[in-house]
């Protein structure tokens, strides 16, 4: 069975303030994918990105940066300089890499609401 | 928003009642998938399908049915809502067959009284 952890219920922040949103997971597989979904308060989930279980590099894109840990099971997400637009909920994912041709099932964490003020 | 469109947005009914939430994408995705968000849970999936007629179970099936006789369409069926369904539901289409992606239609809230 998967399991997502993210800890942290809800973040405030000052705008302009680094944050790191934590994951952690549980899997028995050897080869996954773990995710970043953005939800905005207009409700739509957005794709953040998706990490390979066998690529360890950190990634960066413009003020996001995720640093995937496989020793420690962890996929954490910091926005460097926050701004007020960052407000939403985060959730990370998790789901095996199957076969070609069989369903991905993602497994989600309970989300982390980040409150960013002026 | 990868083509998909999911209907009603919004729908309130009684406890009982059956309801069909639908989900219609353009782009031919083979894979297709039912969330439900609830507070505290993020979101589980309820069924999904990997072809015409072909579906399983998810984590939360439990009174739900899913049926998918074209590729654009999936529907997910409450045989006899109940208050516990309340909730949003998402609908996901996978790119590709490798792509492990899922991209996500834009959510009908359904509240039962």
């Known amino acids: 069975a998967q399991k997502v952890t993210q800890a942290q219920t809800e973040i405030s922040v000052v705008e302009k303030e680094d944050v790191t949103l934590d994951c952690v997971y549980e899997t028995r597989d050897t080869t996954y994918y773990l995710f970043w979904y953005k939800q905005p308060p207009s409700g739509e989930l957005v794709f953040l990105i998706r990490?390979?279980?066998?690529?360890?590099q950190n990634e960066i894109s413009g003020r996001y940066s995720w640093n995937f840990q496989k020793s420690t099971s962890s996929f954490n997400f910091t926005i460097t300089a926050s701004q007020v637009v960052d407000s939403a909920v985060y959730f990370c994912a998790l789901t095996p890499r199957g076969r070609d041709g069989t369903a991905s099932k993602l497994t989600f964490g309970t989300g982390t609401r980040l409150q960013v003020t002026l | 928003d990868a083509g998909i469109t999911q209907s009603p947005r919004h729908k309130v009914t009684e406890t009982g009642t059956p309801v069909t939430l639908r989900c219609h994408q353009t782009?031919?995705?083979?894979?297709m998938y039912w969330y439900r968000q609830d507070p505290g849970h993020g979101l589980r999936l309820i069924h999904y399908s990997y072809g015409v007629k072909d579906t399983d179970k998810g984590e939360v099936s439990d009174g739900y049915s899913v049926s998918r006789s074209k590729t654009e369409d999936f529907l997910l069926t409450l045989e006899s809502a109940t208050s516990s369904q309340t909730s949003v539901y998402f609908c996901?289409?996978?790119?590709?067959?490798?792509?492990?992606?899922?991209?996500f239609g834009s959510g009908t809230q359904l509240s039962v009284l």
């Open positions: 996901a289409i996978r790119e590709g067959i490798t792509n492990e992606k899922l991209f």
């Open positions: 782009e031919n995705h083979r894979y």
């Open positions: 990490r390979n279980s066998f690529d360890e």
